[in-house]
């Protein structure tokens, strides 16, 4: 065992992560990504691959938000104030 894992594991205590768990956590993500979620349970898909597929889902979605968000900016500033003040409140609750 290496150093680091040793000393990674005295300084985490108890609080260690089982590798049971950490597959457990990984079908758990692969079951939520569209691009995976389809996949024969008789396909393996590397945890790797699930971990990779997760962060491009997170990055697209974060890029999404940020383009509905440009787009409701626009639709705001192209309405009259009454129809703006009605979107927001409906927005905030």
Not at 2 to 15: H, L, V
Not at 20 to 45: A, G, M
Not at 58 to 86: C, F, G, P, W, Y
Request: aromatic share 2%; charged share 30%; with cysteine.
């Amino acid at each position: 065992m290496s150093g680091r894992r040793s000393r990674s594991r005295q300084s985490s205590g108890t609080s260690r992560i089982s590798e049971e768990q950490i597959n457990d956590l990984i079908i758990k993500l692969q079951q939520l990504l569209p691009e995976l979620r389809d996949s024969r349970r008789s396909d393996k898909v590397s945890a790797a691959r699930v971990l990779q597929e997760t962060c491009n889902y997170i990055r697209n979605l974060h890029r999404e938000v940020d383009d509905l968000s440009e787009r409701l900016s626009e639709l705001l500033a192209n309405t009259d104030t009454a129809q703006a003040a009605l979107i927001r409140s409906l927005l905030t609750q």
